[in-house]
Every structure is written in C-alpha cells, then in structure tokens.
Nanobody
Framework: VQLQASGGGLVQAGDSLKLSCAAS????????VSWFRRAPGKEREFVAG????????NYKDSVKGRFTISRDRAKNTVSLQMDGLKPEDTAVYYC?????????????????WGQGTLVTVSS
C-alpha cells in the first residue's frame, strides 16, 4: 500500500483544514487508519484513528471535539477534519495504515506510512 497525504497549509488560529489520505496499489479498506503528527523538537504522537469499518474512532485528548476522522471505503480515502486549530497543532501530519482492523495508537502497529503534510498554525 502506498499512502499519499495532502491538505496541509498555513492557517491562522481558529481556522480549519481538512487533511486527506489516499491509498494506491492496494486497498486499506480492511485496516484501521490513523493520523500521527510530529511537531518541531517533539516526538511523533498519535492524533486520531478509525477502525476498518468506520464505526470506531479514537482521538488524542487535546484534539477531541475539534478534529474528526472519517473514511470512505469505496474511495479508499481517510480524512481528518481539523477545526479550531491552535498554534500547538503545528506539525507534520502523517497518515498510517495499521496491521489491525481496530484502532491502535502505537506507531509499531502501523506498517504503511504516508510522506507527511505540513500544518502550520499562526497565532
């Protein structure tokens, strides 16, 4: 599976962005998919994940109520709607396909990674 993340950009605090992750070469419709991020000088962290069928989601506490993950299995895409962005959300965001059908927050469970898309939120 090859993953392509897109949708990042430079926005102001309070604005919204929608990230997209598209799979090619093989479907990830039977796999959970997650978004991770790495902020400057910090370690990679789990942001949000969605189960293979879209019925279960999990979020990092600091993004709950602001971010929404969704998937379109027919289109083989996963999206992350980010509302109410804050400067501390600034990071490179990566989508990743898990080996599991259910959501896992650990990077080690994910064996396919996209190239990352930069989100910069100015204050």
């Amino acid at each position: 599976v090859q993953l392509q993340a897109s949708g990042g950009g430079l926005v102001q605090a309070g604005d919204s962005l929608k990230l997209s992750c598209a799979a090619s070469k093989r479907t990830f419709s039977n796999n959970a998919v997650s978004w991770f991020r790495r902020a400057p000088g910090k370690e990679r962290e789990f942001v949000a994940g969605i189960s293979w069928n879209g019925l279960s989601t999990n979020y990092k506490d600091s993004v709950k109520g602001r971010f929404t993950i969704s998937r379109d299995r027919a289109k083989n895409t996963v999206s992350l709607q980010m509302d109410g962005l804050k400067p501390e959300d600034t990071a490179v965001y990566y989508c990743a396909a898990s080996r599991m059908a259910s959501v896992s927050t650990g990077p080690a469970f994910h064996n396919y990674w996209g190239q990352g898309t930069l989100v910069t939120v100015s204050s």
